[in-house]
């Protein structure tokens, strides 16, 4: 393969390392009959509320936010409660509860000042049961990794955190299917079946904290979705606790089950809002044998989408993953993270990955496909690895894009679904819609499912600047039949904006779901649905 790379400094350009010293070379359950039964009505005089308050109402609503909703405050009787059930696991002093308040771009903070941390499921029944039936609050909380405000309270509700709950339940290592409880961390999941020879289907910058129960609920897609699909075809089962507190047991361990209606799938990318997961059955494909990372530049994004376009051909069935970030991404690399550009300065950079089970045959696949988009003039420039700790590095140019963004400035995050050939004019055009407004506009993303990332940063927080972004950026993606929210989720920051994606007929039947699932609206209020309902 080194021999394809010399004729690119015939072509164009010479390859480069990554750096001298680390060569990058190219080497009480409910079953689902149930589910159609009526919320079952707690004794009247079970709990006894307390006129005593905990709390201070808040003054005003923190930005973007509704006022506060007229759920109950938090008694002396309700913590007493709580530290029965959840001895040495109910959260109360300020410090500890303070960072499950903040979320993790640090733009929305909640007051909550009870941090419950349940390690089963029956003890997140009893929780929400006793809060349904006293009217609290509650803010289901993963990993806290969330960038658009939905994991953390608005106000004063009840955090309830699944990071107790990390054990793994099951794995058949004939089928490949995984059954865990919600707060195993995807990483963790991650070793634990590359022990195995298999691997999770999706993979995520912020796999050392997210959960697998936060990933499902926010139906996050990241790096592997080219691949493997999305988790509405890799999750086989659910267990969720619903508001009143019954245990919803669709945990099942089936590829194929086609009696009544798949309720697990109202779940995954519901946000929280709908019921708590506490178990997740999934379907996990074998470790590859072969891996391979490729780090190309292009002139043009047209450039670009022509290498797509190859690589799918050529490379079909071992092509994992297809990400592009431009020249801004690299420049916040280099000067925030230090890392160096691993090839020549190009306007945009692209990271395939391969995957297969024969070296041989991936390394030739990948030669062919080399040598056309060289000969094709597509690629100026690129660098291949084939060992672990070099594919690291070339993914980290991706992965830190992120972390690099958060040491240029305050950040706007949009999160784009776009027809792929579109996917970079967003960018261009809101640079020129800006102007010099903003520090850096920025794009990069997953082009083999035709999502962007725009990030846009400036100084510090600037109203101004927010309103001439917004509603721009969703009027600009309303155009092309977009969505406002490819994989983050709508959140409390993005609620209202729904109707750019959706018609009022479908905002209006989830809030109908919303209302049959938890009529008093306890789980994860604010989020996901608007707060004016057409």
Request: proline letters at 5%; a negative charge; one cysteine or more.
């Amino acid at each position: 393969m080194a021999g394809i790379f010399q004729r690119t400094v015939r072509l164009r350009a010479a390859v480069r390392h990554l750096c001298p010293h680390s060569t990058l070379t190219c080497a009480a359950r409910l079953s689902p009959a149930d589910f159609h039964s009526p919320f079952l009505a707690c004794s009247s005089g079970q709990f006894v509320a307390s006129t005593r308050k905990l709390h201070v109402e808040p003054k005003s609503s923190p930005a973007g936010a509704p006022e506060r909703l007229p759920f109950s405050k938090v008694t002396d009787e309700d913590l007493a409660y709580f530290r029965k059930i959840l001895p040495g696991r109910t959260i109360t002093d300020p410090d500890l509860v303070e960072s499950s308040n903040v979320d993790w771009l640090k733009t929305v903070k909640g007051s909550s000042e009870v941090l419950l941390r349940p390690q089963t499921t029956e003890e997140v029944s009893q929780i929400l049961r006793y809060c349904y039936n006293r009217n609290l609050a509650v803010n289901p909380q993963g990993g806290n990794t969330g960038l658009v405000g939905g994991s953390v309270p608005v106000y004063d509700e009840i955090i309830l955190s699944t990071s107790l709950m990390n054990n793994i339940l099951t794995f058949d290592n004939i089928s490949g299917i995984l059954t865990c409880q919600a707060g195993c961390v995807l990483e963790n999941l991650s070793l634990y079946l590359e022990e195995r020879d298999y691997i999770m289907p999706l993979d995520l910058g912020a796999k050392g904290s997210c959960q697998i129960g936060g990933n499902v609920a926010t139906n996050a897609g990241g790096l592997r979705l080219l691949r493997y699909g999305s988790l509405h075809g890799t999750v086989l089962g659910l267990e969720v606790v619903l508001a009143d507190g019954r245990v919803l047991d669709c945990l099942a361990t089936l590829r194929k089950d086609n009696t009544g209606y798949d309720l697990k799938q109202l779940f995954i990318g519901s946000e929280g809002t709908l019921g708590v997961i506490t178990a997740v059955s999934i379907l996990c494909p074998r470790k590859p044998k072969s891996t391979n990372v490729v780090f190309l530049g292009c002139e043009t994004f047209e450039e670009l989408l022509k290498t797509f376009q190859l690589c799918r051909g050529m490379l079909g069935e071992i092509l994992s993953a297809f990400e592009f970030l431009d020249s801004e991404c690299m420049r916040l690399l280099n000067t925030h993270l230090k890392l160096p550009n691993p090839i020549s300065d190009c306007p945009f950079y692209i990271v395939i990955e391969t995957s297969g089970s024969d070296p041989d045959h991936d390394s030739q696949k990948l030669d062919n496909f080399l040598e056309e988009a060289i000969a094709s003039t597509f690629v100026t420039d690129g660098t291949v690895a084939t060992e672990e700790s070099k594919i690291k590095a070339l993914w980290s140019m991706r992965e830190r894009v992120t972390e690099a963004l958060t040491h240029d400035g305050f950040t706007y995050k949009y999160d784009i679904s776009l027809p792929v050939e579109r996917i970079y004019q967003l960018v261009t055009d809101m640079r020129q819609h800006l102007g010099d407004r903003a520090k850096s506009v920025v794009g990069y993303g997953h082009v083999g499912d035709g999502n962007l990332h725009l990030n846009i940063t400036s100084p510090a927080k600037d109203p101004a600047l927010l309103a001439a972004i917004e509603p721009f950026v969703y009027e600009w993606t309303a155009s092309c039949q977009g969505s406002i929210s490819a994989e983050h989720g709508l959140g409390l920051k993005k609620r209202n904006y729904i109707y750019y994606s959706k018609p009022s007929q479908a905002v209006a039947l989830m809030g109908n779901i919303k209302a049959m699932l938890d009529p008093k609206g306890i789980l994860n209020p604010y989020k996901t649905l608007p707060d004016n309902l057409k």
